[in-house]
């Protein structure tokens, strides 16, 4: 089974930057598709980024498009969100989850993946 655990969130002025990380401890986590998604206080959980299980294709959602990018080393058994220009409105909770579909075009639907961690934490002041 996977496991999936986030980490790297926490408290930045707006403006700033933070990079997401999600680690694996299974074994077929290379062969997945994983997505990041964030749910903030009070609204539904969003899609935000995707990456292929090669990671050579790769989605954004408009609002973080061109500040976010997803990547990954599957050396390592992990998945990465990096985040810049910051603003107050992605403080959220950030997930990220697996999807066994090698393609899926509802990517963007959290009820199509198959593994979620618990989440991190990300606060943005300002």
């Known amino acids: 089974q996977e496991q999936l655990v986030e980490s790297g969130g926490g408290l930045v002025q707006a403006g700033g930057s933070l990079r997401l990380s999600c680690a694996s401890s299974?074994?077929?986590?290379?062969?997945?598709?994983v997505g990041w998604f964030r749910q903030a206080p009070g609204k539904e959980r969003e899609f935000v980024a995707r990456i292929s299980w090669s990671g050579g294709t790769t989605y954004y959602a408009d609002s973080v498009k061109g500040r976010v990018t997803i990547s990954r080393d599957n050396a390592k058994n992990t998945v990465y969100l990096q985040m810049n220009s910051l603003k107050p409105e992605d403080t959220a909770v950030y997930y990220c989850?697996?999807?066994?579909?090698?393609?899926?075009?509802?990517?963007?639907?959290?009820?199509?993946?198959?593994?979620w961690g618990q989440g991190t934490q990300v606060t943005v002041s300002s």
């Open positions: 989850a697996a999807d066994a579909q090698p393609y899926s075009a509802t990517y963007s639907v959290p009820r199509v993946y198959d593994y």
């Open positions: 299974g074994r077929t986590f290379r062969s997945y598709a």
